[in-house]
């Protein structure tokens, strides 16, 4: 496995806790799970310390996700040519597209398909079934 790799996360990132988990995630504020080895395992562990350099806390509106998404990986690049760790742009842009086309699936009404938009309490609100409720 990679264990020399993530003991020099260790090192260079005390202040974070590393877990060995069933998929790489970010846990605010401070613990980072690994998922099981693959072959972008160095990548993907970069990316959930960026969430965690960066400060990435809970989100109420998902667009705000999709942003933090892509800073994590500008960060992870950045740790990547530090590392001298190999960058896989398709990797990136897939992860990426995962979060798009959950991001659009989300937003779509259920009942007339139409684009939603979220409140900063995180409700999605249809702009043509809502106006209609309020009009009826
Ligand atoms: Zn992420
Ligand atoms: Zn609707």
């Known amino acids: 496995m990679n264990k020399k790799f993530i003991q020099v996360l260790k090192k260079d990132y005390p202040e974070f806790c590393f877990k060995l988990g069933k998929k790489f995630a970010f846990r605010p504020p401070k613990t980072i799970i690994l998922g099981p080895d693959e072959p972008y395992y160095e990548l993907l562990s970069l990316h959930e ?8 806390r809970d989100y109420n509106l998902d667009v705000e996700r999709l942003k933090m998404e ?36 989300k937003s779509r009404c259920p ?9 900063p309490d995180g409700e999605y609100h249809c702009p043509r079934c809502e106006a209609f409720i309020k009009l009826s």
């Open 49 to 56: 310390l960026s969430h965690a350099i960066l400060k990435h």
């Open 70 to 105: 892509n800073a994590a990986w500008d960060k992870a690049k950045e740790l990547a040519n530090h590392y001298r760790i190999k960058i896989d742009e398709d990797l990136i842009q897939d992860q990426l597209d995962t979060y798009r086309n959950w991001l659009h699936q």
């Open 111 to 119: 009942s007339c398909g139409l684009t939603r938009f979220q409140t």
